[in-house]
């Protein structure tokens, strides 16, 4: 009886929302493909790439801009919207008006967030949202997979999933998403994903399916500011639950993949390698929404229920940007204090190598609603409750790390994440910390995400510069995210991945060095040098 009400809320919603792009508009309303079809066939890649044009051409709010081309060759793409759009296109911060950034299926198989994006886009660009043009900018990328959603998979061109491939960057579509957080520097970035209620592989061998609908997850990874985490738990999160709760549709906190009925309960990656987590290093109040993805399986009024699923999308997207306008002032204050705190360092948090989920002793159990695979019959199943976030091993931070091998491998890295760095030209003998790898272990505590544990020894030891030496000064925006990056010890490390972890050797010195204090000048040389990193970073 749920389902058919909030099928049917779903289905006058978006009618609503037509019937006043109508009449409102000075054109005739724009469709998708979606729309034309009467919720028949998807929009194609092709498709909604056209549709973006059309907004573009329509109006002079709107620029559809390319950030990258996939692995296939297609265009990945975002549309700008600002009633200043000189000004938002050049990258500059606005200071009265708070800048969101939408992203929808990075995951091929998941459309709506897609189909729910193109229409968000019309209603703000000449519909019923026009209003939030005084005092919002967009950055809407609706197509964040354009090989996956043409060939119905989750994975790029490449076979790799781009919702975790924020700390490699080894594809161009998650660089192009990259380059877009850094030239515009959004306020709040949402990510729009789709949950599979029936996961055929793991819960659905045990016989069940989940019963959630929409599900939202802030920024949680413990070194993200302290004060963005806050807030963002604390009001944005629940506001917005609250508002799509209100509006008929059954919301809570992300709950995380559940494989098995006798696991414990956790919420969102705390990994940095998705988006929402990256972004909130940056300073974004960063989240995730996962709406139902309904079994193929089902029987529905159009074709996998998307009609509904989409309307779903809208509504939860809505509510997310109604809730962030509410609070403009705050976030912008919040977002802007925590993209300056590198400079000089002052009331740092502490930044910690090790996170993980573990028991929540004020709360044990977690009771959460499943459905019988075979009868459908919902049932409420009591799991062990995991969502407390144990973190420790915090790291003081270097003034900058020199790489003595493998420099080119590494740099190529850096210029992926807009890292800066100099290379030594002139020896001088530094005081480094060094560690020495004495072993590789198994992953753990987190035996699903692979994370291997270096044992290391660490020695302080006068080392001479080589001219071939890297040096990365945490005297930049990216302060707390190189350690994160570069420490074999920490969690996201980019020694944990396939790529990068063969150049890690056991029983030999690890090849990124701490120095805490050298002359920087005269490894510089030439006196031009010395204003790199202040015309780098500033």
């Not at 692995?71 to 793409?77: K, T």
């Not at 949202?129 to 090989?147: K, Q, R, S, V």
């Not at 420790?392 to 807009?418: C, N």
Request: one cysteine or more; hydrophobic letters at 40%.
């Amino acid at each position: 009886m749920m389902m058919k009400t909030v099928a049917k809320i779903a289905v006058l919603i978006l009618v609503f929302l037509l019937v006043v792009s109508c009449s409102l508009g000075k054109h005739a309303p724009l469709l998708t493909k979606l729309e034309e079809s009467g919720y028949v066939h998807l929009t194609s890649s092709a498709e909604i790439s056209m549709f973006l044009t059309e907004l573009s051409t329509r109006n002079a709010t709107a620029e559809k801009v390319t950030i990258a081309t996939s692995a296939l060759g297609s265009p990945v793409e975002a549309l700008l919207i600002s009633s200043e759009m000189d000004r938002f296109k050049s990258g500059q911060r606005s200071t009265d008006r708070v800048t969101a950034m939408l992203i929808g299926s990075q995951h091929g198989m998941e459309p709506s967030g897609a189909e729910a994006l193109l229409l968000i886009s019309r209603d703000i660009v000449e519909g019923e949202l026009t209003a939030w043009l005084e005092d919002m900018n967009f950055i809407i990328i609706p197509n964040g997979n354009p090989d996956g959603r043409n060939s119905k998979r989750r994975v790029n061109g490449n076979g790799v999933n781009l919702s975790t491939n924020f700390t490699i960057l080894s594809e161009t579509e998650t660089r192009g998403i990259l380059d877009v957080l850094h030239t515009w520097k959004p306020d709040v970035v949402l990510d729009v994903h789709e949950s599979a209620v029936l996961k055929k592989k793991s819960l659905g061998r045990q016989g069940y399916l989940t019963d959630f609908e929409a599900q939202f997850e802030a920024a949680n990874n413990p070194n993200v500011d302290g004060q963005i985490r806050a807030f963002s738990f604390n009001h944005l999160l629940p506001e917005v639950i609250e508002l799509v709760n209100s509006g008929g549709l059954p919301a809570q906190r992300y709950i995380g993949e559940i494989t098995s009925i006798h696991q414990p309960i956790t919420h969102g990656g705390l990994s940095l390698r998705n988006i929402r987590n990256m972004a909130g290093m940056m300073g974004s109040f960063s989240f995730l929404l996962e709406n139902r993805l309904d079994p193929s399986s089902g029987t529905y009024p159009r074709p996998r229920n998307i009609c509904a699923r989409v309307a779903k999308q809208y509504l939860c997207i809505w509510a997310f940007l109604t809730c962030c306008r509410a609070h403009q002032s705050e976030i912008m204050k919040l977002s802007w204090n925590a993209r300056m705190k590198w400079s000089g360092g002052k009331d740092e948090d502490p930044l910690y190598l090790f996170y993980a989920y573990v028991a929540d002793q004020n709360r044990l159990q977690i009771t959460l609603p499943l459905r019988k695979r075979e009868t459908g019959e919902l049932i409420r199943h009591t799991f062990k409750y995991h969502g407390a976030v144990e973190y420790h091993s915090p790291l003081t931070l270097p003034a900058s790390y020199i790489v003595t091998e493998h420099q080119d491998l590494i740099k190529d890295f850096l210029d992926r994440h807009r890292i800066a760095y100099k290379t030594a030209e002139q020896p001088v003998e530094v005081l480094a910390e060094i560690q020495y790898i004495v072993s590789r272990q198994g992953p753990v505590n987190c035996p699903r995400q692979g994370y291997a544990h270096y044992v290391v020894r660490e020695r302080l030891e006068r080392y001479p510069l080589k001219q071939s030496d890297l040096i990365i000064s945490l005297d930049q925006p990216a302060r707390r995210l190189i350690p994160l990056l570069l420490e074999p010890q920490s969690l996201s490390s980019i020694f944990n991945s396939k790529e990068y972890r063969h150049i890690v050797e056991e029983d030999r010195d690890f090849f990124a060095y701490r120095v805490q204090c050298f002359g920087l000048v005269e490894a510089l040389g030439d006196e031009a040098e010395l204003t790199f990193f202040e015309d780098v970073f500033h």
